[in-house]
């Protein structure tokens, strides 16, 4: 029987699949395993990479592994885990690059979701229920939310491939978190401090439509509590394009409790309707698991250091655990709070959403001048960090940052919710 090692190194360099695959350049250069790519028509179903596997690993053990999953609606989904040593990051190629759940010891980044199984994009049918089948398979800790389109479902208008003008059916959240992955790369970096990256190309594109590039990369340290999202989205087309992108990070028990909170620097907190205007003044603060609570939405708009990064921060009850996620506002102008603390079995979850726009329809985004646009063949970068934070100090030390954020300003808090713009509907 081949060693381990020699196994690796026949799969990565194609000599069991038969196609050719990325080796190591040179000495020093990053080691690339190439787990899917629709290019050159690979897939490895099983892999497993340790720091005692590759060149310059590191000293600091950890582990990649990739697996398929069978039965039910998630026959066929993928799994890659990255161990760092100190998280557990479990990544869906199979959808859109989401990430599943973030695991440290006894905190868990995730929620528990009615919908239990990593549901493959084939069972799923965005039409459903008035533009809610979305919903189907959401169950991640965080799912993106676009390109084309994002927010609530409800009718837009579009040009045809005639030139004229016609009514199209949005469906809640667009599309991009239910497309598989194309292409799929490991990437160990042989210098210290050795990151390692998950990088996923995802298209959303069509003849007459969008043609659109999501280049992102999963990567983390060994020995690191920390985990940094990065996303190219490209417009490969001749002409503008309209984009949406919202990041739906969401967040159950253990840190989601009663008298949890969130807190986060702001210019301006709004209620996103008249049902979350009457909870207004308990914006940051949790309840338990509340059987028959309506879910609560709160408009952002967030304030920024001066390097311009805004930091959010969840922690629980006792104030000695918690999350935080670092974006850049001039990416991410705008920061929702969705507050869902129903029945444990019905989805007991926050979200917290760093984004392009609020989740309202695209005709009312666009009428509200938040409506992105990429030009031919334009790239637009999007980063995250997520920071996982234990211990009484280490959380008093993020909120400390946020208070320093905010500084003198005082928050504008509408009492009611944002008056709508002119859509120009009849």
């Not at 600091?60 to 040593?85: A, C, F, M, Y």
């Not at 990051?89 to 980044?109: H, K």
């Not at 210290?192 to 007459?208: A, I, K, Q, T």
């Not at 008093?396 to 954020?405: K, L, P, S």
């Amino acid at each position: 029987m081949l060693p381990r090692l020699c196994v690796l190194v026949a799969l990565v360099c194609g000599l069991v699949s038969g196609e050719p695959m990325t080796c190591r350049a040179a000495d020093n250069a990053p080691q690339k395993f190439v787990l899917t790519s629709a290019t050159t028509n690979q897939q490895i179903g099983h892999f497993e990479l340790t720091h005692l596997d590759v060149e310059n690993g590191g000293d600091i053990p950890w582990r990649v592994q990739k697996k398929t999953l069978h039965g039910g609606k998630q026959e066929g989904s993928e799994l890659i885990t990255v161990d760092n040593g100190k998280l557990q990051i479990v990544i869906v190629p199979t959808r859109g690059m989401n990430i599943l759940e973030v695991r440290s010891g006894d905190v868990r980044l995730g929620w528990d979701s009615p919908v239990k199984e990593v549901v493959h994009p084939k069972f799923i049918d965005l039409d459903t229920r008035g533009g809610l089948g979305w919903l189907d398979g959401f169950n991640e800790w965080m799912v993106r939310c676009g390109l084309e389109f994002a927010g609530h479902p409800g009718k837009d208008v579009f040009t045809t491939n005639t030139g004229d003008r016609a009514e199209m059916d949005l469906t809640l959240h667009g599309k991009i978190g239910n497309i598989p992955s194309s292409e799929v790369v490991l990437i160990v970096d042989s210098e210290p401090p050795h990151r390692l990256r998950v990088r996923g190309v995802v298209y959303e594109r069509m003849f007459f439509g969008p043609k659109l590039q999501l280049v992102t990369e999963i990567s983390t340290v060994p020995g690191s509590d920390e985990l940094t999202i990065e996303d190219v989205v490209t417009n490969q087309g001749a002409g503008e394009q309209e984009i949406e992108l919202i990041y739906h990070v969401n967040y159950g028990a253990p840190l989601l409790e009663e008298g949890a909170q969130v807190h986060v620097p702001a210019k301006r907190i709004a209620p996103m309707n008249d049902h979350a205007a009457s909870g207004l003044d308990r914006w940051n603060t949790y309840a338990g698991p509340t059987p028959g609570y309506i879910e609560q939405v709160y408009l952002v708009e967030p304030i920024s250091d001066r390097s311009g990064q805004s930091l959010a921060l969840l922690r629980n009850a006792a104030g000695d655990r918690g999350t935080s996620i670092r974006w850049n506002v001039e990416q991410l102008p705008y920061f929702t709070v969705w507050k869902n603390t129903t029945a444990v079995a019905d989805g007991y979850v926050t979200g917290l959403e760093p984004a392009t726009g609020y989740p309202y329809n695209r005709r009312v985004e666009r009428a509200a001048g938040r409506l992105a646009t990429l030009d031919a063949g334009e790239s637009r970068t999007f980063r995250l960090d997520f920071g996982l934070h234990v211990g009484t100090e280490a959380v008093e030390q993020v909120a400390g940052t946020i208070r320093r954020i905010q500084g003198e300003t005082q928050p504008e808090i509408l009492r009611t919710p944002p008056e709508m713009p002119d859509t120009g509907d009849e």
